[in-house]
């Protein structure tokens, strides 16, 4: 019997979240969700940590200033197991749409926070969720680490999906062990970083990093990035009176998907709101394996190991 492999419409959203409104940004998800199944969609992926915000308190204020929207962030963060969550669950069975997106989610420690990937499938369950591994620089102000039993690839209708939060798409280490789990859709999601120093290119940075991924790992890449809304911009200004001036830079996003030669297979999103739809025929993954397949005849096991450790991070051991 032949092998068949997946074909699909992928859409990768570039937008801001409804700034601390879970709420209303569940309900923008949703409206997005709907608008590219109509478009005839079957993966749908979502920015980092989209519900509900990012904390970009964290770069302009100091982390006194930045407590009380800590705070704010906390309040408004979720579980996955949420009743708004279940709206999107609910609604992915009804779409047959497969969903990737980020969120804040609340540890039950007060103040535990994760930036967290969940991955739900087109019958509407949760499948993955992966925590990200390292924080990155000021965002070590907001969240809690994740550990190593997140680093998992998830087989769904639109094949074996693997995800990684913004800067965690550096660590050659946490890709490879996603490569190694025979990935072959790697969903990479991202905000919009004005705040980089002046000769970082934000939207040129994601496209190198995903390039990579898709080139070494021959798979597709679909990259999420968010925007900053009005509204995030409006409400730092009470404590920031130039937080529009430090939050407004050109390419600071970008949003596209990449083919496994490296190559974007649609015109990408750079800065503007959007949805960037592409055409994946995981067959194309085959030939370029021929050449270099870093997971078989293209590595020398023999010579080199890589170990993780996937266990739970335990709080404490009762003797």
């Not at 519900?51 to 800590?70: E, H, M, R």
């Not at 197991?81 to 009804?94: G, N, P, S, W, Y």
């Amino acid at each position: 019997m032949s092998l068949e492999l997946p074909k699909f419409k992928a859409a990768v959203v570039q937008a801001s979240p409804v700034f601390l409104n879970a709420e209303k940004t569940v309900d923008k998800v949703l409206d997005i969700m709907r608008e590219v199944a109509r478009n005839g969609a079957q993966l749908v992926a979502f920015p980092e940590v989209f519900i509900c915000a990012y904390p970009y308190w964290n770069w302009i204020l100091t982390p006194v200033q930045g407590s009380k929207w800590f705070e704010l962030l906390y309040k408004s963060s979720l579980t996955a197991d949420d009743i708004l969550i279940q709206k999107i669950q609910k609604t992915a069975k009804e779409l047959d749409l497969t969903v990737v997106i980020g969120m804040n989610e609340r540890g039950t420690s007060f103040g535990e926070l994760y930036n967290m990937n969940l991955i739900i499938d087109n019958t509407g369950e949760i499948v993955g969720k992966h925590r990200k591994l390292v924080p990155t620089w000021a965002e070590k102000l907001t969240w809690t680490s994740g550990d190593g039993s997140s680093l998992r690839v998830y087989p769904t209708k639109t094949g074996n999906i693997g995800t990684l939060a913004c800067g965690e798409n550096t660590n050659t280490l946490a890709r490879f062990t996603l490569l190694a789990q025979d990935e072959n859709v790697h969903i990479a999601n991202y905000i919009s970083l004005p705040v980089a120093p002046p000769d970082y290119d934000m939207a040129d940075a994601i496209k190198i990093r995903a390039a990579a991924h898709s080139f070494e790992g021959k798979l597709f890449t679909l990259v999420s990035c968010s925007t900053i809304g009005a509204d995030a911009v409006k409400m730092l200004e009470t404590d920031c009176p130039n937080a529009a001036e430090l939050l407004n830079r050109e390419h600071a996003a970008f949003s596209g998907i990449i083919g496994p030669t490296g190559v974007p297979i649609s015109e990408p999103l750079i800065d503007q709101e959007g949805i960037v739809y592409g055409d994946i025929d995981l067959s194309k993954c085959i030939q370029p394996k021929q050449m270099h397949d870093i997971l078989g005849h293209y590595n020398r096991f023999d010579i080199f190991e890589l170990r993780v450790n996937t266990a739970k991070t335990k709080r404490i051991t009762f003797l």
